[in-house]
T-cell receptor, first 111, second 114 residues
Framework: QKEVEQDPGPLSVPEGAIVSLNCTYS??????FMWYRQYSRKGPELLMY????GNKEDGRFTAQVDKSSKYISLFIRDSQPSDSATYLC???????????FGTGTQLKVEL | EAGVAQSPRYKIIEKRQSVAFWCNPI?????LYWYQQILGQGPKLLIQ????????DSQLPKDRFSAERLKGVDSTLKIQPAKLEDSAVYLC????????????FGPGTRLTVL
């Protein structure tokens, strides 16, 4: 079993739709949860991070963590074509331990 | 602020040849990471440096991969000899502190082994 599981997609939605991206993880020691966005032929860029359970909102993006079910979500409201990218969830335990990524979900927002 | 620089951007080699990648992290970032991203997968950490010392190289295939960061700034990753399964994007990232949750990634080097 992989430490972080993520549906690879691809996911195609119309412009303006609400997008839900999800990951599950197996290691209960994970404390920090990140979402990275990766455009084609670019390196990943940090989009949002949360510590432990709860929600965090930043503009059109909301990150949600449920540690009881080991479930991580990213919601994108009013999706735009510029949101078309691969979204990677990632976790680590803190204190210098390595970052563990999911496989990434490819999102396409169509006009 | 300049980002993480990597070169070359693309490289095509035959199997059993050797190849080297270069990374220049963001100025002042003490921690440098090399990741391997195979098509359709998330990045996998190969090696982490804190200044010029190795913090974690547990997933580096040491029979063929080597990396160094001699002066605590630039780093090189070498593969010798390359195998077909080494075809991937090699990403370099840096962070201000070890264990920081904010790692800044370079554009990567796309390696194709024929």
């Amino acid at each position: 079993q992989k430490e972080v599981e993520q549906d690879p997609g691809p996911l195609s939605v119309p412009e303006g739709a609400i997008v839900s991206l999800n990951c599950t993880y197996s290691n209960s020691a994970f404390q920090y949860f990140m979402w990275y966005r990766q455009y084609s032929r670019k390196g990943p860029e940090l989009l949002m991070y949360t510590y432990s359970s709860g929600n965090k909102e930043d503009g059109r993006f909301t990150a949600q963590v449920d540690k009881s079910s080991k479930y991580i979500s990213l919601f994108i409201r009013d999706s735009q074509p510029s949101d078309s990218a691969t979204y990677l969830c990632a976790t680590f335990t803190g204190g210098g331990n390595k970052l563990t990524f999911g496989t990434g979900t490819q999102l396409k927002v169509e006009l | 602020e300049a980002g993480v620089a990597q070169s070359p951007r693309y490289k095509i080699i035959e199997k059993r040849q050797s190849v080297a990648f270069w990374c220049n992290p963001i100025s002042g970032h003490a921690t440098l990471y090399w990741y391997q991203q195979i098509l359709g997968q998330g990045p996998k950490l190969l090696i982490q440096f804190q200044n010029n010392g190795v913090v974690d190289d547990s997933q580096l295939p040491k029979d063929r991969f080597s990396a160094e960061r001699l002066k605590g700034v630039d780093s090189t990753l070498k593969i010798q000899p390359a195998k077909l399964e080494d075809s991937a994007v090699y990403l370099c990232a840096s962070s201000l502190l070890g264990g920081s949750n904010e790692q800044f990634f370079g554009p990567g080097t796309r390696l194709t082994v024929l």
